[in-house]
């Protein structure tokens, strides 16, 4: 979870999340953007693709190749986010049914 003030860049930080793994950023594609001017950096005026290393079980660092299909269940549904962004400003009973909502919980 991020906590910041307006312009920080927790959304930024969020896409670069997503579209590592993915190779996309599923609100830019819904609205037929082109991606690299949604996602470029407004200071820098260019957009350099994230890239994403692991570490396998032997040690060695490999790159990891962006693909939907594999790794689309990292990313929790974004209609679920959206409700829950603004928790901060609701009252303590609809935090709590926003956390649930959240993580999928009746309770």
């Known amino acids: 979870m991020f906590y910041g003030p307006n312009g920080s860049g927790k959304t930024s930080l969020c896409e670069a999340f997503e579209y590592a793994p993915l190779g996309a950023v599923d609100e830019v594609a819904q609205k037929r953007i082109d991606a690299s001017q949604y996602l470029r950096n407004v200071h820098e005026r260019r957009f350099e693709s994230p890239r994403l290393r692991a570490t396998d079980l032997t040690g060695n660092i490999v ?37 649930a909502a959240l993580f999928g919980m009746d309770h």
């Open 63 to 99: 790159t990891i190749e962006a693909d939907a299909d594999d790794y689309r269940f990292c990313f929790i549904e974004k209609n679920r986010i959206d409700s829950f962004s603004r928790i901060a400003a609701k009252p303590a009973g609809q935090k709590n049914e926003l956390i």
